[in-house]
T-cell receptor, first 115, second 112 residues
């Protein structure tokens, strides 16, 4: 399996500022995924991060708002830029491993509150 | 766009009874349907999946049923325990793609 660590686990931020969330995996993975989970809602994929190339963003999400870095095969960051209260959500990173079929592994999430 | 969604937002079950959580999906092209469990303050955890060419799959205390005719997916939990209390999500993906699309969740409350 995979152990995924996210930092910070939670934060309260002022509107207009930016927050960078870190995701560290204990094994090398090709793709890492960033999800947003708004209060009481399901998970929505923001983007897929591949090492050595630009992230692929889903409809409704743009690089200027959610820049992603993927410097190596075990680490990624997601920045939430120019935050507004609507960005208050849980942000989760996820990976899939070879030989684990459809099973995706998730970090514990970063609970962001924008005030 | 195509999506996966659930009928019931909350479900209360007596401890020891069986639970049935339902899900409707719209993307007939999905190759796999998956159930995840999310406990409070944690990320989702894989429970079981079923390939689109199957109609039933059993795991430990869980059974997933797939009805492609009506595009319906269900998760049955036998002898529900307090530790089963969580939000359950159905999800789907396409073979060869690691991206997972999540449906809306059902909160399962187990009454001791």
């Amino acid at each position: 399996s995979a152990v995924i660590s996210q930092k910070p686990s939670r934060d309260i931020c002022q509107r207009g500022t930016s927050l960078t969330i870190q995701c560290q995996v204990d094994s090398q993975v090709t793709m890492m995924f960033w999800y947003r989970q708004q209060p009481g809602q399901s998970l929505t994929l923001i983007a897929t991060a591949n090492q050595g190339s630009e992230a692929t963003y889903e409809s409704g999400f743009v690089i200027d708002k959610f820049p992603i870095s993927r410097p190596n095969l075990t680490f990624s960051t997601l920045t939430v830029s120019n935050m507004s209260p609507e960005d208050s959500s849980i942000y989760l990173c996820s990976v899939a491993l070879p030989n684990y079929g459809t099973e995706a592994f998730f970090g514990q999430g970063t609970r962001l509150t924008v005030v | 766009g195509e999506s996966v969604g659930l009928h019931l937002p909350t479900l209360s079950v007596q401890e020891g009874d069986n639970s049935i959580i339902n899900c409707a999906y719209s993307n007939s092209a999905s190759d796999y349907f998956i159930w995840y469990k999310q406990e409070s303050g944690k990320g989702p955890q894989f429970i079981i999946d079923i390939r689109s060419n199957m109609d039933k799959r059993q795991g430990q205390r869980v059974t997933v049923l797939l009805n492609k005719t009506v595009k319906h997916l269900s998760l049955q939990i036998a002898a529900t325990q307090p530790g089963d209390s969580a939000v359950y999500f159905c999800a789907e993906n396409m073979a060869g793609y690691q991206k997972v699309t999540f449906g809306t969740g059902t909160k399962l409350q187990v009454i001791p």
